[in-house]
């Protein structure tokens, strides 16, 4: 083994990624949202953005990483190094990561509008086989991260260790993470301030047609009465246009308890769905409690309360409160506006939500789940810096790609496609990429590639 190879590329998919973000038109507007009057830098800082999201979404994990495309400047160019990279996250004040915001925005219009015109059109929300068309989903949820060392703006968490929590808005109908945002561990996760900032954001980046319709589903530990009455307002917004939902958990106390057991009394109770393709479950049921509850009258208009019961699982056995522990039944209640449809069709609704969980995760394997710095203002910068990240991966599967690919996790992306070497060859005034030919997933990449190529440029 030797490593005197010549005219070879490595991660042939930090092709595909750069060349999306031109033609989506993200790199120029971070380098309009990131130029400042009298100062010009060797390397464009919105190009640095853009190829520090190429690395985390190749697989980075620390700023020191971005050495990864230095040896691919044969193909891209010139490089920023990881002392100007570095800098340019220490750059990036607040009032940098909220022009990047509005710059993600304008982007996400076009791409969206892609969306919309292609044959497949926008993608809408499936549940249990049937489409909530014209909603746009956002689901919210937090999520730790442990600071190993001294951090800026680190403290103790719940959990019993140092670290940050972060919130984070994600898009079910496309993937995306829409917004996150970094906070001291000791926040709470029913925080109402912070649950409606990270939702206000997520919303910011919609483009006016998605905003008319929104579910938004939190769980039960960001529940709160002011971020459910800022919900049901629309934000505040006093247009009949806007009309959004909530979908959110709801405390198990004695009083729903005994509702619990006037249904079970009276046979209130009703077959759930979450089996095979949209089946009903015969061992879980569901019923409307919210007569049963007393007052309501503090909450919106159409609040409704809905209890689920199942066997109890011995995974939740640990968790199970006495009264649960007692009968060997489950029970979870959620609230929500919606004013008509059947309760098995809201429950299901409502459990979808757990799709967050797994997008969380793939964030926390890309880039989110060590923040590289002791200073807070560089690891916000970097927390941006994955979330543009995550904006890449999911506008390639989204836009360039086919099949189990578009759903594909980032590990399985870089196995298959991302990861790929290839040979540069030049003649004829062209370079080319020539992968191996027994790659089993190079039509795909080939595809994509030309996929892009396509795109039009935004107006």
């Not at 989110?368 to 710095?373: A, E, I, R, V």
């Amino acid at each position: 083994m030797s490593g005197d190879g010549k005219g070879q590329v490595g991660h042939v998919g930090g092709v595909h990624l750069r060349l999306l973000a031109e033609r989506t038109g993200l790199t120029g507007a971070l380098s309009a949202a990131l130029a400042r009057p009298g100062f010009v830098p060797v390397h464009d800082r919105g190009q640095v953005m853009v190829d520090l999201a190429v690395a985390i979404t190749l697989g980075a994990g620390c700023i020191r990483d971005v050495r990864l495309l230095e040896h691919q400047r044969p193909v891209f160019g010139p490089v920023a190094s990881f002392p100007t990279v570095w800098r340019a996250l220490k750059e990036t004040d607040e009032l940098g990561l909220a022009r990047i915001e509005r710059a993600r925005a304008a982007v996400r219009r076009h791409v969206y509008e892609l969306l919309r015109q292609s044959p497949e059109g926008f993608p809408e929300v499936m549940v249990e086989g049937a489409p909530l068309t014209g909603w746009t989903v956002i689901d919210s949820d937090g999520t730790l991260i442990a600071a190993p060392s001294e951090k800026e703006g680190a403290h103790g968490t719940y959990k019993g260790f140092l670290g940050h929590h972060v919130f984070v808005a994600a898009c079910d109908n496309t993937g995306e993470q829409l917004a996150a945002t970094l906070h001291p561990g000791n926040v709470s996760a029913n925080d109402a301030d912070v649950n409606i900032d990270i939702l206000t954001r997520a919303v910011a980046q919609l483009p006016w047609w998605r905003r008319q319709k929104i579910l938004f589903r939190v769980d039960g530990a960001g529940f709160s009465h002011r971020l459910i009455d800022w919900i049901a307002s629309a934000g505040g917004r006093k247009s009949p246009t806007f009309r959004w939902e909530y979908s959110v958990g709801w405390a198990f106390t004695m009083r729903e308890q005994a509702a619990i057991e006037v249904c079970d009394a009276r046979g209130l109770w009703q077959p759930a769905g979450g089996g095979a393709d949209g089946a009903v479950r015969e061992d879980a049921l569901v019923a409307d409690i919210t007569a049963l509850l007393g007052d309501l009258s503090g909450w919106p208009p159409h609040h409704r309360v809905i209890a689920r019961k199942e066997p109890l699982h011995p995974r939740y056995l640990k968790d199970a409160s006495p009264y649960e522990t007692e009968k060997g039944m489950r029970y979870q209640t959620f609230a929500t506006n919606h004013r008509r449809g059947q309760i098995a069709h809201l429950d299901g609704r409502h459990r979808k939500h757990a799709r967050v969980e797994p997008k969380i995760r793939d964030q926390k394997a890309s880039g989110m789940g060590l923040l590289p710095s002791r200073e807070l203002g560089v690891n916000a910068a970097w927390l941006t810096a994955t979330t543009l990240a995550a904006d890449l991966r999911r506008w390639l599967q989204l836009l360039a790609l086919d099949g189990e690919l578009t759903k594909a996790t980032p590990k399985t992306l870089r196995y298959r496609i991302l990861h790929v070497p290839a040979r540069l060859v030049r003649g004829q005034r062209k370079r080319r990429l020539k992968l191996p030919d027994t790659w089993p997933w190079a039509t795909a990449i080939i595809r994509a590639f030309t996929r892009i190529l396509a795109l039009p440029h935004p107006t």
